[in-house]
C-alpha cells in the first residue's frame, strides 16, 4: 500500500500570515499516462471533506487563488498565501494512482 | 449542481447488518466511478471501496473485504454498501463520492453508523 504522510499534523497561523502543508507518498504518485495522481481536501468543522486540488496543482473552481499546490513523484506542498478565519479545519492528502487508496493522516489548521 | 445524499445509517448491534445507499443527481450517473469513505469519530479518513461506473469493477480495503459489498443501480442513480458482520471499529460516518481520475470529486454529507450493543 502506498502510505501518505503529512507534516506538519497541527499547524497555528496568524491571520494573513502564509501556511505551508507538507505531503509525502511511500512510491512515486505519477502515472506511466504522466499525470501524477495527488488531490489535497479540506475539511472544516462539522462539514464533509470538500476538494481543493487535484492532479498536484489543479485548483478547482470556487476555490480561492491563496490556495496553491505544488510538488511531484513523492513530495507535494499545499500552501496558503495568507491565511483566513474560513480556512481553519483539517487537511488531507490522498493518493489516487493504485488501490487501496489512502490518505494522510491530516493536517489542523487552527489560528494562533 | 452535484448532490450526493446518503442514507440507511443506524445504530446495529455487533454481528449485525445494515445497507447504506446514496442517491445521486446533478452528474451523469453512469459515467463516474463512486467511492465510500469513512471517518471515525474525530479521526481522520479511511477509503472503504470504489466502483466503476458500469459496476463491472469493485475495490475494497483490506479491513472490510468479504464484509461489506459495493453496488450500483444507474437505472436509480444511486450506490449502495452492504455491511454485514459489523464489528465495533466499523462505527463511524460513512460518506459517498462522486469519483474520476483518481480523486473524489464531490462527497455527500454523510451518514452515521454506530456499532455497539
Known amino acids: 500500500d502506498v502510505v501518505m504522510t503529512q507534516s506538519p499534523l497541527s499547524l497555528p497561523v496568524t491571520l494573513g500570515q502564509p501556511a505551508s502543508i507538507s505531503c509525502k507518498s511511500s512510491?512515486?504518485?505519477?502515472?506511466?499516462?504522466?499525470?501524477?495522481?495527488l488531490t489535497w481536501f479540506q475539511q472544516r468543522p462539522g462539514q464533509s471533506p470538500r476538494r481543493l486540488i487535484q492532479m498536484v496543482f489543479k485548483r478547482d473552481s470556487g476555490v480561492p487563488d491563496r490556495f496553491s499546490g505544488s510538488g511531484s513523484g513523492t513530495d507535494f506542498t499545499l500552501e496558503i498565501s495568507r491565511v483566513e478565519a474560513e480556512d481553519v479545519g483539517v487537511y488531507y492528502c490522498?493518493?489516487?494512482?493504485?488501490?487501496?487508496?489512502?490518505f494522510g493522516p491530516g493536517t489542523r489548521v487552527e489560528i494562533k | 449542481e452535484v448532490q450526493l445524499v446518503e442514507s440507511g445509517g443506524g445504530l446495529v448491534q455487533p454481528g449485525g447488518s445494515l445497507r447504506l445507499s446514496c442517491a445521486a443527481s446533478?452528474?451523469?450517473?453512469?459515467?463516474?466511478?463512486m467511492r465510500w469513505v469513512r471517518q471515525t469519530p474525530g479521526k481522520g479518513l479511511e477509503w472503504v471501496s470504489d466502483?466503476?461506473?458500469?459496476?463491472?469493477?469493485?475495490y475494497y480495503a483490506d479491513s472490510v473485504k468479504g464484509r461489506l459489498t459495493i453496488s450500483r443501480d444507474n437505472s436509480r442513480n444511486t450506490v449502495y454498501l452492504q455491511m454485514n458482520s459489523l464489528r465495533g471499529e466499523d462505527t463511524a460516518v460513512y460518506y459517498c463520492?462522486?469519483?474520476?481520475?483518481?480523486?473524489?470529486?464531490?462527497w455527500g454529507q454523510g451518514a452515521l453508523v454506530v456499532v455497539s450493543s
Open positions: 466502483i466503476s461506473s458500469s459496476g463491472d469493477r469493485t
Open positions: 463520492g462522486k469519483g474520476s481520475n483518481g480523486t473524489i470529486d464531490n
Open positions: 512510491e512515486s504518485l505519477k502515472h506511466s499516462d504522466g499525470n501524477t495522481y
Open positions: 446533478g452528474f451523469t450517473f453512469n459515467k463516474y466511478p
Open positions: 490522498m493518493q489516487g494512482i493504485q488501490w487501496p487508496r489512502t
